[in-house]
């Protein structure tokens, strides 16, 4: 008898704790409290070419009220100046020797036929 008093006070408990918890699943936020990081490879590129963004965290914009009389901005369009094109060099990717190899004997093949 004992065995079964012991079973009944374990189902008991198993049986108050399933109902104190919440029946659906918490979905947790990411990045709600601070910026969001950009992945590891978008950030060398940023750093590359200095593109980074501040790491301030995003303030939402106020929502601006019409004034009467006033033509809204989105409709004026400014005139853009056109920037001046960004030389960059390009730097010649170096071939690894046995892939240098494997190529040559490629084409040797290929000449062949």
């Given at each position: 008898?004992?065995?079964?008093?012991?079973?009944?006070?374990?189902?008991?408990?198993?049986?108050?704790?399933m109902a104190k918890k919440e029946t659906g699943r918490?979905?947790?936020?990411?990045?709600?409290?601070?910026?969001?990081?950009?992945?590891?490879?978008?950030?060398?590129?940023?750093?590359?070419?200095?593109?980074?963004?501040?790491?301030?965290?995003?303030?939402?914009?106020?929502?601006?009220?019409?004034?009467?009389?006033?033509e809204p901005s989105h409709r004026i369009i400014p005139?853009?100046?056109?920037?001046?094109?960004?030389?960059?060099?390009?730097?010649?990717?170096?071939?690894?020797?046995?892939?240098?190899?494997?190529?040559?004997?490629?084409?040797?093949?290929?000449?062949?036929?």
């Amino acid at each position: 008898m004992n065995g079964n008093t012991n079973f009944l006070a374990i189902t008991a408990n198993i049986s108050a704790s399933m109902a104190k918890k919440e029946t659906g699943r918490l979905t947790k936020l990411a990045f709600v409290d601070r910026p969001v990081k950009p992945p590891r490879n978008v950030i060398r590129q940023q750093i590359r070419h200095g593109t980074s963004s501040s790491s301030l965290p995003h303030k939402a914009p106020q929502p601006r009220r019409d004034v009467p009389g006033e033509e809204p901005s989105h409709r004026i369009i400014p005139d853009r100046e056109p920037s001046s094109p960004v030389k960059r060099q390009r730097t010649a990717k170096v071939v690894a020797p046995m892939m240098q190899k494997t190529l040559k004997m490629m084409k040797r093949v290929n000449k062949r036929r």
